[in-house]
């Protein structure tokens, strides 16, 4: 059984990450750059590279994950492509919004966020006009009482739901031994959406 203090060190593997860039669309989208506001050892950043020009990193935990995100951010021939921020989201969003307002609607979210906070994270990103945000979240988030207020308040574009198990990776890296007792789903917001969601399962794989 998983503790809570586990839920803030789970990184995404490598695999996943490349899906949730798929699920976002972001090689359709073409955006002008790619935001993980908790990126952790930014895996997710990673896979985006794929698909975008530049991605930007926002990371609290400085002390836990500053070397292995300095070392990764050298790793590229245009080093201009890769920018990591170190700051408390909750007092970040707005400032990061009024930097980038002029291309906000054309960039997308990516992220795993901590899951015992990812309501009040997730809503200092959501009500910014990102053109995509693509969430990693537990399932039972959607039947929990007291996050019903914003799921009516930013209904999801789409919700995959995850018919496999599978382990995330800790902070250092190495796989974790409590995160296969989690049903997972990937959530999809697109800006101005009022339709119905659309909810699927699969893998995360394909």
Known sequence: MYKQSDL??????????????????????????VLDPFCGRANILEAALKYSKKVIGNESDRERYFEHLDSWKQFVLNANR???????????????YEKYASVLNSAVVITNPPFSQSTILLEEVVKYPYKVVVALLPVSHLASQKRELFWRRYPPTEIRISINRFKFLN???????????????????EYGFTGDTKVTWGTFDA
């Open 171 to 189: 902070y250092d890296g190495k796989p974790s031994e409590t995160s296969g007792s989690l049903d997972l789903m990937l959530v999809k917001w």
């Open 82 to 96: 890769k920018t990591v921020l170190h700051n408390n989201w909750l007092n970040a969003a707005y400032p990061f």
């Open 8 to 33: 803030d060190c789970f990184q995404t593997p490598m695999d996943v990450a490349h899906y949730m860039c798929r699920f976002a669309g972001i090689d359709a989208v073409q955006p002008a750059f």
